[in-house]
């Protein structure tokens, strides 16, 4: 089993930034894929950016691209998505994932693993 920790959300207001974490616990390999999601009120949890684990290879939702960055740190087992210009429709639940695959993925049913979820939310 593998345990993921987000960590780093809270209220900012438009055009701020936010750094999220996501620690990762149990049965951690270097062959996982790692990916942030967010789901808003009454809207479907979606895909914002993901991360090889080992290669480091990144994808970003057309709505995030050239504003958010996903990185990782092996050593720690943390992963993090700087958010910058941030703009109320950012405003979100952000969830932390991981599959059991080399590979990016960007749809939900394909991660294995989930966090808790950290509010952002973004005035106006």
């Known amino acids: 089993q593998v345990q993921l920790v987000e960590s780093g959300g809270g209220t900012v207001q438009a055009g701020g930034s936010l750094r999220l974490s996501c620690s990762a616990s149990?049965?951690?390999?270097?062959?996982?894929?790692m990916g942030w999601f967010r789901q808003a009120p009454g809207k479907e949890r979606e895909f914002v950016a993901g991360?090889?684990?080992?290669?480091?290879?990144?994808l970003y939702a057309d709505s995030v691209k050239g504003r958010f960055t996903i990185s990782r740190d092996n050593a720690k087992i943390t992963v993090y998505l700087q958010m910058n210009s941030l703009s109320p429709e950012d405003t979100a639940v952000y969830y932390c994932?991981?599959?059991?695959?080399?590979?990016?993925?960007?749809?939900?049913?394909?991660?294995?693993?989930w966090g808790q979820g950290t509010q952002v939310t973004v005035s106006s």
């Open positions: 149990g049965r951690t390999y270097s062959s996982y894929a």
């Open positions: 994932a991981g599959r059991t695959s080399r590979t990016i993925a960007t749809m939900t049913t394909l991660y294995d693993y």
């Open positions: 991360i090889s684990w080992s290669r480091g290879n990144t």
